[in-house]
């Protein structure tokens, strides 16, 4: 009888690690998604915010009398770029707290061992200090002000 037993705790056993490391691919997955958000929201607060220099040079230099089209272009990538991200963020936010919680619903019903941390995402530290670059951008093209005016 010991024979059977045995086998199916380490079957047991092999399944609740492989579960565990299943939610660490998420986690990572998870990761990969919100720099690909990151990437994309760059790309616009940054090509946004070098078309509306760019004119906002050359009206400051006289060669150009109105670049308004071109300089409100500029602004509404920016704020594309800053609104995509921020949607990213609160995505990947909600999708970690729920996969936190089934986690260890799953830990407490003794399915996974959990013994693996669940780190804060540098990733989504990142994002943050993104955004907040972009709306410093988004002031400071708005109200002519601060170290990009």
């Not at 986690?27 to 509306?52: C, N, Q």
């Not at 963020?89 to 970690?96: E, G, K, L, S």
């Not at 936190?100 to 540098?122: K, N």
């Amino acid at each position: 009888m010991a024979g059977p037993e045995l086998k199916l705790d380490v079957n047991t056993e092999l399944a609740a690690r492989r579960t565990g490391m299943a939610f660490q691919r998420t986690r990572l997955a998870e990761d990969r998604t919100l720099m690909a958000v990151i990437r994309t929201a760059l790309s616009l607060i940054g090509f946004g915010f070098t078309i509306f220099q760019f004119f906002q040079k050359l009206r400051d230099q006289n060669l150009v009398t109105h670049a308004g089209a071109p300089r409100h272009f500029g602004m509404a990538l920016v704020w594309l770029g800053v609104l995509m991200l921020a949607l990213g963020i609160a995505y990947h936010v909600q999708f970690m707290l729920g996969l936190r919680r089934l986690r260890q619903s799953m830990r407490d019903e003794g399915l996974i061992h959990g013994e693996t941390a669940f780190p804060v995402s540098l990733t989504l530290i990142t994002a943050l200090l993104l955004l907040a670059t972009g709306v410093a951008a988004i002031a400071s093209m708005q109200f002519d002000i601060g170290p990009f005016g």
